[in-house]
């Protein structure tokens, strides 16, 4: 289901008024901006894409502002391995898995229901109540061509 702007805007304002947290301009310019992102980024790439779309907000309200979005599950939040923190939108996405090029850090997402199912058993059989889950599969690319950092080893 595809939220609105509006009804996401609702459900961060009530997460900031339930853990007692400033309601400000910045941060709705924030969400707005993370929500438009296209692909996985980190806090210092919205901060610059907001600069240069001349939006005036500080780095480290940039940074506050994209933790209290993981917190409020907003947002997902990933460490690939050694790379910056990453994020990337959670709300009304299909659940996905990385694919990471340990050479070039690019990354691939990838379906697979069948990930879904064996999660849900493993839960089952061991009387547990899934609440999240990550996968990423580490590796390298195959055309030395694509990959930039890739020497063909």
């Known amino acids: 289901m595809k939220l609105t702007f509006e009804e ?53 309200t940039v940074y506050k502002t994209l933790e209290l979005m993981s917190e409020c599950d907003i947002l997902t939040k990933h460490n690939f391995k050694g790379d910056r923190t ?15 090029c340990v ?9 697979y229901p069948q990930i879904e199912k064996i999660q849900d058993k493993i839960c089952k059989d061991n009387n547990f109540k899934m609440v999240d889950h990550t996968l990423q599969v580490f590796a390298k690319c195959n055309d030395v061509k694509t990959c930039k950092n890739n020497s063909g080893n």
């Open 103 to 111: 050479n070039c850090n690019k990354i691939i997402e990838f379906e």
């Open 8 to 60: 996401i805007k609702n459900t961060f304002i009530a997460y900031l008024k339930d853990n007692a947290h400033r309601i400000t301009n910045e941060r709705f310019l924030i969400l707005n901006a993370a929500l438009n992102m296209e692909e996985h980024f980190d806090a210092d790439e919205l901060y610059l894409k907001m600069k240069n779309d001349y939006l005036n907000v500080s780095r480290a």
């Open 86 to 100: 990453r994020y990337e939108t959670k709300i009304g996405r299909k659940p996905h898995y990385h694919l990471i």
